[in-house]
Nanobody
């Protein structure tokens, strides 16, 4: 059993910052790519940022220069530092991880339940 749990969402004023965390737990052998997605009200889920096991990153154009993704492989945890937040960043943010299960070496794609980020004055 493998799960990922997001935390760190909340209400922030425009121009403010938040740091999201995603912690993976369970029978994990290794984790490949980890990603953050978001889904705003009435919109489709979109990819925000990606980080490989080696630390390479990629970002959606809408967040480049404002968001920073990172991970701590020893803790099976990923982070998203969000700066200069704007109302259009309001969404539920989801963690996604590509996990190899210990023992069976099965490959799983695991999603979290999401954490709500609201940017409003």
């Amino acid at each position: 059993q493998v799960q990922v749990v997001e935390s760190g969402g909340g209400l922030v004023q425009p121009g403010g910052s938040l740091r999201l965390s995603c912690a993976a737990s369970g029978t994990i052998f290794s984790i490949y790519g980890m990603d953050w997605y978001r889904q705003a009200p009435g919109k489709q889920r979109e990819l925000v940022a990606v980080i490989t096991s080696g630390g390479s990153t990629n970002y959606a154009d809408s967040v480049k220069g404002r968001f920073a993704i990172s991970r701590d492989n020893a803790k099976n945890t990923m982070y998203l530092q969000m700066n200069s937040l704007q109302p259009e960043d309001t969404a539920v943010y989801y963690c996604h991880a590509e996990v190899v299960v210990a023992g069976t070496y099965n490959y799983l794609e695991v999603w979290g339940q999401g954490t709500l980020v609201t940017v409003s004055a």
